[in-house]
């Protein structure tokens, strides 16, 4: 399949948004980006891979929630995460992403 969506044309996302890589289906939340590639993480924490921009699309509410197992908790920690990295303060927004990954490993860790 061919490409030609230019890098200027592809969409960019904010560090803390939730994104699908279509490559894989996996949930993955924006932590910056590279040259014209972006830095995403699973939400529960673990390793960064590199995605080309026209790789992602925004999460879906449901599929959010069904990655965080229907779990109220993980919805409101999000939220609060979503809050902190708006609101634009760098340490609050580290410690919402902290809770939101304590959270899951300790409820949800299989």
Request: glycine share 10%.
């Amino acid at each position: 399949m061919y490409d030609d969506t230019t890098p200027s044309e592809a969409m960019t996302y904010r560090e803390g948004t939730y994104v699908i890589d279509t490559r894989s289906g996996a949930l993955a939340q924006v932590m910056g980006t590279m040259g014209p590639r972006v830095q995403v993480r699973r939400p529960d924490g673990g390793r960064e891979w590199e995605v080309p921009p026209t790789a992602l699309r925004l999460a879906t509410r449901e599929e959010r929630v069904a990655a965080a197992l229907g779990c109220e908790e993980c919805v409101s920690l999000r939220a609060a995460q979503r809050r902190a990295v708006d609101g634009g303060g760098t340490q609050s927004a580290v410690a919402a992403t902290v809770a939101v990954r304590r959270h899951a490993r300790e409820a949800h860790a299989g």
